[in-house]
């Protein structure tokens, strides 16, 4: 009976043993809590940064999904401080760094979201040049016209 008695005791022991995560993981995990919490109340900057810290550890299976949340973060709609270009390039990182993470597919649609985003505010941005120099030429054939 006794021998049961230390069986049953050495059986839980190593079960409980098994259900712990290792200390990295742990942190790594707790990191990303407090990070999805910061995100949560508004605090976007503060959660990438999280994010971004989680990213540099060496658990592939944390520091995607830590790379990926800090990618979307930098796009969110609601962030005042959002940065496509930004976004884009921590998506292309995770790609590359990840190419057979579990938000692979995703993360690629949002690089070429993204691409188009920064593709089309660069055509504006030249578009909006080219009507300011037209606006000038206008200007000056109104005055040669008017002398």
């Known amino acids: 009976m006794r021998r049961f008695g230390l069986l049953i005791i050495v059986a839980l022991a190593a079960g409980w043993a098994g259900t712990q ?8 995990s707790a990191d990303l809590r407090r990070a999805e919490d910061e995100a949560d109340s508004g605090h976007y900057q503060s959660a990438i940064q999280t994010y971004e810290k989680a990213a540099a550890e060496p658990r592939p ?6 790379l990926y949340q800090a990618a979307y973060l930098e ?3 609601d962030n005042p401080q959002r940065d496509y270009a930004q976004a884009f390039q921590s998506f292309d990182d995770y790609i590359k760094r990840y190419p057979r993470g579990a938000r692979l597919k995703d993360a ?6 993204l691409k ?3 593709d ?18 206008d200007i000056l054939h109104e005055e040669k016209r008017a002398q």
């Open 21 to 28: 995560a290792p200390a990295s993981n742990t942190k790594n």
């Open 108 to 113: 690629k649609n949002w690089r070429s979201i």
């Open 116 to 118: 188009t985003v920064l």
């Open 61 to 66: 299976e944390t520091a995607g999904e830590a």
């Open 120 to 137: 089309l505010r660069a055509e504006n941005s030249r578009l909006g040049r080219k009507i300011d120099e037209l606006k000038q030429i």
């Open 75 to 77: 796009a969110f709609y």
